[in-house]
């Protein structure tokens, strides 16, 4: 009974009625009188109180209305383990729960009539975007388990165990040399390498073992040889060096690893029922928004872009995802990005530019559009089946300058832009939602100063999975930052498909004198040679090139002025600098290095010049003062954990 009336108790003020009308909001005052008479079904008590007990009080909230037979269950999931820059990109407040709202029959839930489904964030209404893509995940979900739900049925399924589990969590049939421990990392997507020697007999706190899926832990075991075998994130095994400290695995991943028969690592993958339907709602909310960004936001399918997924979620190239990507207004955020990131869409139009007007446009442009038109809504005025670059040139020449864009009304530059060509806006729309990176302007007090440009900007374009590869390396071999030059014309395809291993492919650019890999320098000045400084020398510079051009630029003048807000010129040069994993991987040929790993190599910053105004062209990222700088400037946020 005092259960019961716990749960009565909670109830939600009209801040945060997400719009519910007042007069259907009873306080508890009020409900503990007029509800007294509506029938509560059991179960719904049984599952809320499954949540609470293996999350917490706070994770669930309930809200039952006075005269009508429904009730608002609310999950709250928390989304801490995100990296902040992560976050950042898929416009989510990680101190923030996201709010799963369900509302069900209060006297028949199961058996009752289907639950509505809504996702938001309470601070976060208007720019959560990310929460449309959710609720299409999650409403399909309970419509899918719906067809065969009952209290009935949910009774019987709680009662059962799984034959390979004990009451007291250990795992039957198991005899490995094994030991477990669940330390509660920050980050289940990004783990921490965990110190801990693992030996005995394998057994399992006394946790449920639904809760525990959640969890990282360390594992650790040697084989005869003296190796320490360890278990990164990407479900693969590799031998490091027994001296090296173990990598990290998750109790889901180990659990695949030995019985992948009765489990697996997918993240589509439905929960146990065992603890309840809300627990079952909340598990496969948690399994599926570290991967959002690996399914098309509208039909839910895995992306099969050819280098994997990026960071930021997208649509697929089906006309179907496209026309109802047009549809539901997710490509209507053109104006709040020209407003609070005016310089990042000036440079994504650039780069569109660039790759547009290169000789090697039908290779390097890269995804194609795909834009619904304006006065046709049922076909695709840019269709990557039906390529017409000309018409495409066409409707980029009459996207306004992005610095007029911030003059004025945006909504009266859209008129302008329209009048010109009615295809304009809607591509500029598509540059930028097609971004699948994310990029930032990076204020004066975070530039690196030796770089002498203040076109400046943190770039991120690696996925969640990649990054968490990318950490387990690093703790076991070290990193260090060398710079990445690719011609302006290139990045337009690396914002959206990823920095990858283009030896011996259509992409190559200028040969693979050093073999196959991404080609990195710790020198600016041989990194600036790869990126356009010698436009139309489709070939890889010989030594004595780049250090008659090292010679050269370093005898230019180089202007210390402010520059402008904005690109002002269309002669542009741009190198990356990359984080790089030091593995006996990285091949390095004096001051060209060549990383055939592609996880081994995630861009950091972005720098454009422009008219040639390379500033310093020697600057060595081995330096002490230079790695010093770069610290300074990285500071804790990519490397949250």
């Known amino acids: 009974m005092a259960d019961s009336m716990d749960v009565k108790g909670q109830y939600w003020t009209d801040e945060e009625s997400d719009g519910d009308n007042e007069s259907e909001q009873f306080l508890y005052g009020i409900q503990g009188s007029c509800a007294a008479d509506l029938y509560r079904h059991p179960q719904l008590d049984a599952d809320i109180e499954a949540v609470k007990d293996i999350y917490t009080e706070t994770a669930i909230s309930v809200r039952e209305y006075g005269t009508i037979d429904d009730v608002d269950i609310d999950l709250q999931i ?60 999650l409403t399909t979900f309970t419509s899918q388990q719906w067809k065969h739900l009952s209290n009935e049925f949910l009774k019987a399924q709680q009662e059962k165990r799984h034959s390979w589990f004990k009451a007291g969590g250990t795992i039957k049939k198991f005899r490995a040399g094994l030991s477990i421990f669940s330390p509660i990392p920050k980050s289940p997507s990004f783990p921490l390498i965990q110190d801990t020697v693992l030996k005995g007999k394998l057994s399992v706190p006394e946790l449920r073992v639904t809760r525990l899926m959640n969890r990282s832990i360390s594992c650790t075991m040697k084989n005869p040889k003296g190796e320490l075998f360890s278990y990164p994130p990407n479900s693969q095994t590799v031998a490091v060096p ?86 539901l207004g997710v490509m209507s955020g053109a104006a709040e990005e020209v407003a609070t990131g005016a310089e990042v869409v000036d440079l994504l139009v650039a780069m569109c530019r660039a790759a547009l007007e290169s000789p090697r446009k039908s290779i390097i442009f890269e995804p194609y559009p795909s834009v619904v038109d304006p006065n046709d809504p049922k076909t695709l005025a840019f269709n990557p089946k039906k390529k017409n670059y000309e018409r495409l040139q066409k409707a980029l020449d009459s996207v306004m300058s992005i610095r007029e864009m911030t003059q004025g009304s945006y909504l009266e ?27 930032v302007k990076l204020p004066l007090s975070r530039q690196l100063k030796f770089m002498h440009t203040s076109h400046q900007f943190l770039l991120l374009s690696s996925p969640p999975a990649k990054e968490a590869r990318f950490r ?36 190559q650019l200028h040969g693979a004198a050093y073999g196959k890999g991404i080609y990195l320098s710790p020198i600016s000045s041989i990194s600036f040679g790869y990126s356009g400084m010698g436009k139309g020398q489709h070939r890889m510079p010989t030594k004595d090139e780049l250090v008659q051009r090292y010679n050269r630029m370093n005898t230019i003048p180089q202007s210390r002025c402010i520059q402008s807000r904005f690109l002002q010129s269309r ?50 990222t081995q330096e002490p003062k230079v790695q010093k700088e770069i610290m300074r400037v990285i500071g804790t946020q990519i490397y949250s954990s």
């Not at 639950?115 to 929460?131: A, R, T």
């Not at 948690?286 to 997924?309: A, K, M, W």
């Not at 302008?416 to 097609?434: G, T």
């Not at 710079?483 to 014309?489: K, L, M, V």
Request: charged share 20%; proline share 4%; hydrophobic share 40%.
């Open 78 to 137: 928390n989304v801490s383990f995100l990296d902040e820059e992560v976050a950042t990109a898929w416009k989510v407040i990680r101190t923030e729960p996201i709010v799963l709202r369900l509302r069900f029959s209060l006297s028949q839930y199961l058996d009752g009539p289907e639950p509505s489904v809504e996702v938001f964030q309470p601070s976060n209404k208007d720019g959560f975007s990310l929460g449309l893509q959710l609720k299409k995940i």
């Open 413 to 439: 530059i859209k008129k302008q832009m329209d009048k010109l060509d009615p295809l304009a806006h809607p591509l500029l729309q598509w540059i930028i939602s097609s971004n699948r990176s994310h990029i």
């Open 571 to 620: 002669n542009l040069n741009c190198i990356a600098l990359c984080e790089v994993i030091t593995s006996k991987d990285l091949q390095k040929h004096g001051n060209i290095w060549v990383c055939p790993v592609s996880d081994h190599v995630c861009t950091r910053f972005f720098f454009v010049y422009e008219d040639g105004q390379v500033g310093d062209a020697n600057i060595n």
């Open 242 to 327: 027994a001296a090296r400290a173990p990598a990290q695995i998750t109790t889901r991943q180990l659990i695949e690893l030995f019985f992948s028969s009765q489990a697996g690592g997918h993240c589509k993958n439905i929960p146990t029922l065992e603890y309840g339907f809300l627990v079952q709602i909340m598990k496969y909310a948690e399994q599926r928004i570290p991967t959002l960004n690996e399914y098309c936001v509208v039909c839910d399918e895995q992306h099969v872009f050819q280098n994997g997924s990026m960071l930021k979620p997208a649509v697929c190239t089906r006309e179907l995802c496209v026309f109802s990507f047009y549809t």
């Open 472 to 507: 387990t390396a690093k703790k076991l071999y070290g990193s260090t930052f060398a710079f990445h030059g690719s011609h302006i014309e290139n990045w337009h395809s690396v914002l959206r498909n990823g920095l990858v291993n283009a030896s011996y492919t259509k992409l």
